[in-house]
């Protein structure tokens, strides 16, 4: 999820077909069905932001960036691209997942196991939480906050406390889903970006079975990306127009998309 000179544990898997490993010897269920995109609109996004988390909320997207001593949470001006607030990190940490909880913003670390609670209108620091573990994605059900850590498994927390409440083991069929990484809620389902991967998995919150993919393929062409780790990382849903982003590490844009069957033609603008 990270850049790749960070650790080996993090190169373990650099293709799509690498990140299935088996279930177990039960019964076959069909593999989920695949969808095809289509690009609606598009906005500047800076190639110095190293996505981590992304969310839209009041006509502003927020984004947290990683690297140490790069780290931040920006609120910005989704058409403009200008930066309205920002967060910065001290240099120690490396930032991951953000997400709105009230009047505030969580944020979490990827090893440090210490995360942040802003005010979301001053980005005033307001407390520190610890937890155990990786920090990776994160998001929100109006009662719960959804994290992901890299593995197969989504844990939903207790917003005041940050502790697990309960957890699900992300599947597609017999294939567990590992390197889930930035998520979004998403009209009752969980929608996660897998490392390295232009497919965004669609989860039940409930047992957590892939309903669906979202193919991306071929959205920012390669001359655009920065860097082998320029992947795909960042998802916001604004719920009150049903409209959808994407964006990536260091991607010059930001994609309104619209997902349509796979029979569709993609239109890449």
Known sequence: MRFYFLSFSRL????????????????????????????????????????????????MFYEGTGREGRSAVLAIHPETGKVLQRR?????????GIIDWGPNLYE??????IGFIYDRFSMRL???????????????????IITSDGSDTLRFRDPTTFKEVRHIVVHDGPQKIVQLNEL?????E?????????RIARISPKDGRVLGWIDLT???????????????????YDAQHDRL?????????????????????????
């Open 12 to 59: 373990r898997v650099l293709a799509f077909t690498a990140i299935l490993s088996p279930l177990g010897c039960h019964a076959t269920p069909a593999a989920a069905p695949v969808d095809g995109y289509k690009v609606v609109a598009s906005y500047p996004h800076s190639t110095e932001s190293y996505t981590e988390g992304f969310f839209y909320l009041d006509g």
């Open 88 to 96: 910065d990190l001290p240099a120690q940490y490396f930032g991951e």
């Open 108 to 113: 979490w670390t990827w090893q440090s196991h």
């Open 126 to 144: 307001v407390k520190q939480f610890t937890y155990d573990g990786e920090g990776w994605g994160m998001t929100r059900t109006a009662r719960e």
């Open 184 to 188: 979004e809620y998403v009209k009752g």
């Open 190 to 198: 969980i929608y996660a970006n897998v490392w390295h991967s232009d």
């Open 218 to 236: 071929g959205i920012l062409q390669d001359d655009q990306k920065v860097d082998a780790e320029s992947v795909l990382n960042g998802i916001a």
């Open 245 to 269: 982003f994407v964006t990536g590490k260091q991607w010059p844009k930001v994609f309104e998309i619209k997902i349509v069957p796979r029979a569709s033609v993609k239109n890449k603008s």
